[in-house]
């Protein structure tokens, strides 16, 4: 029955994201976009667009691009997102600059007030839609690796999200974000990090794995969740109790 | 076969849950305080249990380890509404009932289970708890603390219980259409809905589908987690 719809998720070309488009791929045709084309593998169901999220002009064009294709887009993961380490470490606030605060707040959090604005009147033309936006356990309780510039971008998608539910109000749209704990991925393994860290510091005693999110962003997107509104909803493996 | 145990199970939310649980393909125990009218069918096997009172807990425990040793869900879902008055005339009989049926039973039924999970190498509770807990609810102060008290209970829980990789956590639905809703006056239902951004009160079956997902391994990093179901509000 879902087999028609249309997913778009952002930087679906590797780590989390990249699991994301495999697991709605079974019930969505999915696009997926990135700055370039270098980690997309062909799969089956997911087709690649080239973008750059914090380029309000490149965000329009994908989307009119989709319109035209696919007529419309049944769901909206805003994932691309980038955070910068200092060597590994956590970058304090008297490491980052200008440019690097605009940088990370561009793409983590302008991206995905873009991709909203050109997505929402399409979905509310066709009184359906699902709007899912990856947040991070860090914004929930302040980080241990993620800088203060990352911490703010994901903060300020649990504010669009809710600022959304709000907005939506009566169209028969979802509007959600998910806070990951730290998840085995490229950008976790750059981190210097003990070995057993995760045994000692997260109850479930692991990292969590991409696919993990990927469950989540699904349940998201299905029927299942369709009172499901404004919410913010963590998998961390038990690390941050709110 | 994965077996479950739901408690509240006859009416409302908790029936929505069973049924959802069954067509999973759990092997579901509800238990419920009145089974007279009850018959057992695919999956779902009815066992009588007052959850707010240990001694019924036990008995109900000991029935349902006549059919298996192993238990991979506890759903606490059962609960009862409060009479909403003034907090200065809520009679202490009524905050001792609130309290017991809300979050004593859930208590006692963790107690019973969680060794069982921690024999099979894992388990599932899930807390029925509501968004009066963390919002308040005004003229029914004995319903919110008590629907507090299992944010509490399934937090610690999380915590205490991870090691032996049972999860643990509590869905909090706004107000959602069951009989104890019937003796709400219409005017007051429409004006809530009113100011909920998908302009309706919740289904039972919202709840349902959200313990299935967090019974599933699909949720298998989630514990510890307060899922609201509020429709936006």
């Known amino acids: 029955m879902m087999m028609n719809r249309i997913a778009l998720v952002t930087g679906g070309t590797k780590g989390i994201g990249k699991h994301i488009c495999l697991e709605l791929s079974k019930s969505h045709h999915v696009i997926t976009c990135a700055r370039n084309e270098n980690n997309f593998e062909n799969k089956e169901n997911i087709e ?50 200008d440019e690097a605060w605009s940088r990370t707040i561009d793409i983590n959090l302008t991206g995905a007030f873009y991709m909203c604005r050109e997505v929402l009147p399409h979905m509310k033309k066709e009184n359906h839609g699902k709007i899912v936006n990856i947040s991070s356990a860090s914004a929930r309780f302040g980080g241990v690796l993620a ?96 | 076969m994965k077996n479950a145990i739901v408690t509240g199970a006859a009416r409302g939310i908790g029936k929505s849950i069973t049924e959802k649980l069954a067509n999973d393909g759990f092997r579901v125990f509800a238990f419920c305080k009145n089974i007279d009218d009850l018959e057992n069918r695919k999956n779902i096997e009815y066992i009588q249990c007052d959850v707010s009172q240990v001694a019924s807990v036990e008995d109900a425990f000991d029935k349902f380890i006549k059919n298996s040793d192993k238990l991979d869900l506890l759903v606490n879902n059962a609960g009862i509404q409060q009479q909403v008055g003034e907090t200065e005339n809520l009679h ?53 603390v008590s629907k507090s008290g299992m944010i509490g209970l399934t937090k610690s ?49 919202d709840i349902a589908n959200a313990v299935s997902f967090l019974s599933s391994e699909n949720a298998s990093y989630i514990t510890g987690e307060l899922l609201n179901i509020t429709g936006g509000r």
């Open chain 1, 48 to 97: 690649f667009v080239k973008c750059d999220v914090s380029n309000s002009n490149s965000v329009s064009l994908l989307v009119n691009y989709i319109i035209s294709n696919w007529g419309r887009i049944d769901l909206l993961v805003n994932n691309a997102g980038i955070s910068e380490l200092d060597n590994g470490n956590r970058k304090t606030i008297d490491k980052i600059t």
């Open chain 1, 147 to 242: 800088g203060v510039d990352y911490i703010s971008s994901k903060s300020g998608m649990i504010g669009l999200t809710k600022g959304l539910a709000y907005e939506s109000k009566g169209f028969n749209i979802n509007v959600n974000a998910v806070a990951p704990g730290r998840i085995e991925t490229d950008m976790t393994n750059k981190a210097n990090v003990e070995v057993d860290w995760a045994e000692n510091n997260i109850p479930l005693g692991r990292l969590g794995m991409p696919q993990e999110i990927a469950t989540l962003v699904s349940f998201l997107a299905s029927d299942d969740s369709s009172y499901i509104h404004g919410a913010t909803i963590d998998c961390n493996g038990g690390w941050v109790i709110n």
């Open chain 2, 92 to 144: 202490f009989d009524e905050w001792d009932k609130l309290i017991s049926v809300n979050l004593s039973s859930a208590f006692y039924m963790s107690k019973k289970v969680i060794p069982k999970m921690k024999k099979h190498g894992g388990g599932n509770i899930i807390n029925i708890c509501s968004i009066a807990a963390t919002k308040g609810y005004p003229k029914g102060t004995a319903y919110s």
């Open chain 2, 157 to 205: 829980l999380a915590l205490e219980l991870a090691d032996y990789n049972i999860r643990v956590n509590a869905i909090l639905p706004g107000l959602t259409e069951t009989d104890a809703m019937n003796d709400v006056p219409k005017s007051v239902i429409e004006n809530i809905i009113c100011q909920i951004p998908l302009n309706r009160i919740a289904k039972p079956v």
